[in-house]
């Protein structure tokens, strides 16, 4: 089953991106990669508006799952977490990322380059794109009342 990815990073992100892009451009996996990244360590493009760009982007459906690499993956997931539809998650063991897609059916995963070395992002990003939610488990009903809640509101409108 190929899945299409969309990946981006801020400055921070540059050399981890690049090492999994070369491993992702080539996995039968994979169907389309779209780079949403800065180009280079010198680009200071503020990593809230790569982790928004992604996340709309999976959000209208244009990609399957999004890849966010920043310094520690937190200010990502963040910034993706704000558009509305899209559980992102910060993940740096097997165990998280795969029930982050099992049991809480995130579509992004978002990495740190300053937390994880490029082997072991490897190896998660590897399990990540195996995985895929199964909507009739015992998560559904849980992953159903956050997207009720977003969908309602929350009273602060």
Partial sequence: MNISLAIGCDEAGVGLRDYLRGKIQND????????????????????????LAVAEDVREGKHGRGLLICGTGIGMAISANKVP????????????????????NCQILALGARV??????????????????????ASSEKVQLISDYEKEGNGHE
């Fill in 85 to 104: 539809g899209i559980r992102a998650t910060t993940a740096h063991d097997i165990y998280s990322v795969e029930r982050s897609v099992l049991s809480n």
């Fill in 116 to 137: 994880l070395a490029p082997e072991l992002a490897w190896t998660l990003v590897d399990r990540w794109l195996d995985l895929r939610f199964d909507a009739s488990s």
């Fill in 28 to 51: 039968p996996r994979v169907g389309e990669l779209t780079d949403f990244g800065v180009p280079t360590k010198q680009d200071r493009t503020p990593y809230p508006r790569v982790g």
